[in-house]
Nanobody
Framework: QVQLVESGGGLVQPGGSLRLSCAAS????????MGWYRQAPGKQREAVAT???????NYIDSVKGRFTISRDNTKNMVYLQMNSLKPEDTAVYYC???????WGRGTQVTVSS
């Protein structure tokens, strides 16, 4: 059984920061592309950031310069550092093993005054 568990979400003010974590079990993530997606109520889920097995990263334009995806294959962990958060970043954030339809349950991020 492969499981992904997200954590680190919460309520922050605009301009604040959060660090999301994704803990993987039941598989070794080192050979896979990992990603973070987000979904706001009533909206389509969108890819936020991905990172390949050799560390190549990709981001949607709206988060470039603010978010950083990283991975620690030794710990079987993936992270998303989110800085300068905006209200439009509010969503449930999900971790995924790309191309394998494996998702966590998500962690809520709310950016509001």
């Amino acid at each position: 059984q492969v499981q992904l568990v997200e954590s680190g979400g919460g309520l922050v003010q605009p301009g604040g920061s959060l660090r999301l974590s994704c803990a993987a079990s039941g598989t070794i993530i080192g050979i896979y592309v990992m990603g973070w997606y987000r979904q706001a109520p009533g909206k389509q889920r969108e890819a936020v950031a991905t990172i390949t097995s050799d560390g190549i990263t990709n981001y949607i334009d709206s988060v470039k310069g603010r978010f950083t995806i990283s991975r620690d294959n030794t710990k079987n962990m993936v992270y998303l550092q989110m800085n300068s958060l905006k209200p439009e970043d509010t969503a449930v954030y999900y971790c995924t093993v790309e191309h394998h339809a494996i998702w966590g349950r998500g962690t809520q991020v709310t950016v509001s005054s």
